[in-house]
């Protein structure tokens, strides 16, 4: 059973990773649903405090990249629009240019939102270039944490 759980725990957290970068999969989710598939191996448990830790940063994790791509258009004058056309324009990125499209697609998402609420181009290239650097900080913490997470089941599931 724990080798089963071991397998389970390790693609949860790989596609934690993956989730990092694509915005329909939850990444530090997944990738804390892996830690607890180790834990509950016997062989391999955590302490409740790490549990609990980790699923606080979870938590805070997904909350802030919820907020930071909105967070960075308000704070440059962004629309709704810039952040929205910066989710499509990711998803768009991802599926015509892989992996530059993940990079490029929500910056011109966020510009082409911007023009089409009338503002000038230099006012929507500004704009798209603030929510691009929000989107692109929210894809930091995730993995950052996720990556953390990865790190942490190796080190428990192969090293000790």
Do not use: Q
């Amino acid at each position: 059973m724990d080798i089963v759980l071991i397998i389970l725990g390790f693609a949860f957290s790989i596609f934690g990773i993956l989730g990092c970068l694509l915005p329909v999969i939850p990444g530090p989710l997944l990738s804390y649903i892996g830690l607890l598939l180790l834990h509950f191996a016997p062989k391999y448990e955590f302490t409740p405090r790490f549990l609990i830790i980790f699923a606080i940063i979870t938590v805070v994790v997904t909350v802030l990249d919820n907020f930071m791509p909105a967070w960075g258009a308000k704070k440059f004058g962004g629309s709704k629009r810039a952040v929205w056309g910066s989710i499509i324009g990711l998803g768009l990125g991802m599926l015509v240019f892989p992996p530059w499209g993940l990079i490029i697609g929500p910056f011109l998402g966020a510009v082409v939102g911007e023009l089409s609420t009338g503002k000038k181009s230099s006012e929507a290239f500004k704009s798209g270039f603030s929510t691009f650097v929000g989107f692109l900080g929210g894809v930091v913490i995730k993995l950052a944490a996720s990556g953390v997470m990865l790190w942490y089941f190796i080190k428990m599931a192969f090293f000790s």
